[in-house]
């Protein structure tokens, strides 16, 4: 059974960097395409990054491009995002999201499986 856990959030204040984590157990995270949404309050839940099976081509969301960086760690089994220079607008409960098989990356129901979230908090 497939279980992604996310981790890092909390809150920061505008232009910090914050690190988040989404360990996956049950199988290994080479195994899938992965990507980061996340949802803010009365939003719907928006795409951030991609990271494709294998790791070797990535795509960010216009808002988060050149501020935020979608990595895999096949040692730690674990999906990264490393998020600078942080805006209020970021603020939002960050998801991550793997499916063996993707089609529209930028898409909710392309996705397999789902963690439960962790939430980033951005003070201005």
């Known amino acids: 059974q497939v279980q992604l856990v996310e981790s890092g959030g909390g809150l920061v204040q505008a232009g910090d960097s914050l690190r988040l984590s989404c360990a996956a157990s049950g199988e290994f995270v080479r195994n899938f395409a992965m990507a980061w949404f996340r949802q803010g309050p009365g939003m719907q839940r928006d795409f951030v990054a991609y990271?494709?099976?294998?790791?070797?081509?990535?795509d960010y969301a216009d808002s988060v491009k050149g501020r935020f960086t979608i990595s895999i760690d096949n040692a730690e089994n674990t999906m990264y995002l490393q998020m600078s220079d942080l805006k209020p607008e970021d603020a939002a409960l960050y998801y991550c999201a793997a499916s063996h098989v993707v089609g529209n990356y930028a898409r909710r129901a392309s996705y397999e499986y789902w963690g439960h979230g962790t939430q980033v908090t951005v003070s201005s």
């Open positions: 990271i494709n099976r294998g790791g070797d081509w990535t």
